[in-house]
């Protein structure tokens, strides 16, 4: 019998794997530089802990979950997104206690899982990177949550970055809201989507979400809700657009922007990128605050705001940008041995040079010389150190430099002691 991957899944290939390492290398880099500490949560979570957050209406509840009843009869979930279950860590760790540095950032990465239609940079399973930092409401915080996600993207090498951004208002914004957008789609309810009819009552601003053409027809003149801001939710969000300026970040500001799942409020906000520079955008990267979800999980009132972004999305649209990824698997030198003598002594080496931090391989099929040296072009080697009768007997080595094609015959005990410092000694590189 033959076995495959689950529909949905995907193998990362070593070659493949490289690039996702570089990936989660330059984003733990940055987020160090922003005081962001990694967090790991589980992979599975109680069915509670992404219903109650994500809310009863939103398409990850109803339709994507991966959930299931254990042995136990406990209602489990595969975490759908990352931000539920870091805030029922930070809850269940008391981590908001006064002990612990304000705002608390923490950043992850990691597996999520949603049954949904696989397509090209959408899987059941991916993989996505996230920031969350607990405790302040200042719109100061929002900005550089916003000004990271920009300034990864951008160390990324994506170009032609777009930031949409939007408010959903404080609680007394959205009721109001809420109102006067029943009031608006009550009279064209047999006209909207079977989706939308569930959603009207339970969350009408989940509506102006929908991607369904006959929704689109009434989103479009759907009211605003920039027009029902209280003063305080006016203040917030004109003090994020002003520090945007500030900081010479360009935005757009949509008001029929809404997050796909219902724990937002306040500031959210969307970065895109056009593969060709035209008015053609895919979102790469989406986030905002969250001022009731701690609450919500049994915690004190403790506000969040934060990020996500999915990796298998993020690698195609470098790809299409012809983003060149640094090949972080080089390596510094291949050790051939021509005679089963030598074998003692290239092991030897090998060891010697990987014991101080320097990449090194050697044949283990007792292949020829030619064939040796074939492996060490393949691999990229920067140096060949080859043994062999005479270097055995005299206790040296040929070392050769593949990119200038210089030979020089290094003792043994130089390589073995200080491979970098023989090569800069008998090298002019």
């Not at 899982?113 to 940079?121: A, D, H, I, T, V």
């Not at 920031?131 to 920009?150: N, Q, R, T, Y």
């Not at 970055?161 to 208002?169: D, F, P």
């Not at 970065?271 to 609450?295: F, H, K, P, Q, W």
Request: proline share 4%; with cysteine.
């Amino acid at each position: 019998m033959k076995f495959q991957r689950p529909k949905g899944t995907a193998d990362i290939l070593p070659r493949e794997s490289q690039k996702w390492n570089y990936i989660e290398e330059t984003a733990r880099g940055l987020f160090q530089d922003y005081r962001y500490s990694e967090i790991r949560t589980p992979l599975f979570e109680n069915f509670e802990v992404f219903s109650r957050t994500s809310g009863d209406t939103s398409d990850v509840v109803t339709k994507e979950m991966y959930d299931f009843h254990d042995k136990g009869d406990r209602h489990i979930s595969l975490r759908p997104e990352g931000t539920a279950g870091v805030v029922r860590a930070f809850v269940e760790n008391k981590l908001y206690g006064p002990e612990f540095q304000k705002p608390y950032k923490v950043f992850y990465m990691g597996s999520m899982f949603r049954y949904e239609r696989p397509q090209s940079g959408r899987l059941r399973e991916f993989h996505q990177i996230g920031v969350e930092a607990f405790g302040s409401d200042s719109s100061a915080l929002d900005v550089e949550v916003i000004a990271m996600a920009m300034d990864l993207l951008t160390r990324f090498g994506l170009q032609n970055l777009h930031l949409v951004i939007n408010t959903l208002g404080d609680q007394e914004s959205r009721d109001a809201y809420r109102k006067a957008l029943i009031d608006y789609l009550e009279p064209h309810f047999d006209e909207l989507s079977d989706d939308s009819k569930v959603r009207l009552d339970k969350n009408p601003l989940r509506v102006l979400d929908s991607k369904d053409p006959k929704d689109q027809v009434f989103v479009a003149d759907a009211p605003s809700i920039l027009d029902y801001l209280t003063p305080d939710a006016v203040t917030h969000f004109e003090e994020v657009k002003q520090l945007l300026t500030d900081l010479n970040i360009s935005y757009e500001v949509d008001s029929t922007m809404v997050r796909g799942l219902d724990y937002y409020n306040h500031t959210i906000f969307e970065v895109m990128t056009s593969l060709d520079g035209s008015d053609d955008l895919t979102t790469i990267c989406a986030g905002g605050r969250y001022n009731g979800l701690v609450e919500e999980l049994g915690g004190p009132e403790v506000s969040g705001v934060g990020f996500g972004l999915g990796i298998e999305r993020l690698l195609l649209l470098m790809e299409a940008q012809n983003v060149t990824i640094p090949d972080l698997d080089e390596l510094t030198a291949y050790v051939v041995g021509i005679g089963e003598e030598t074998s003692a002594t290239t092991l030897k080496i090998v060891q010697a040079l990987r014991h101080n931090d320097i990449a090194a391989e050697r044949d283990y099929l007792n292949r020829k010389p030619k064939a040796q040296f074939k492996s060490a072009n393949k691999d990229n080697a920067k140096f060949t150190i080859t043994i062999g009768d005479n270097e055995l007997a005299n206790q040296t080595a040929n070392v050769k430099s593949m990119t200038t094609g210089e030979e020089v015959a290094i003792p043994q005990a130089e390589i073995i002691n200080d491979f970098a410092k023989a090569v800069s000694t008998y090298f002019d590189l």
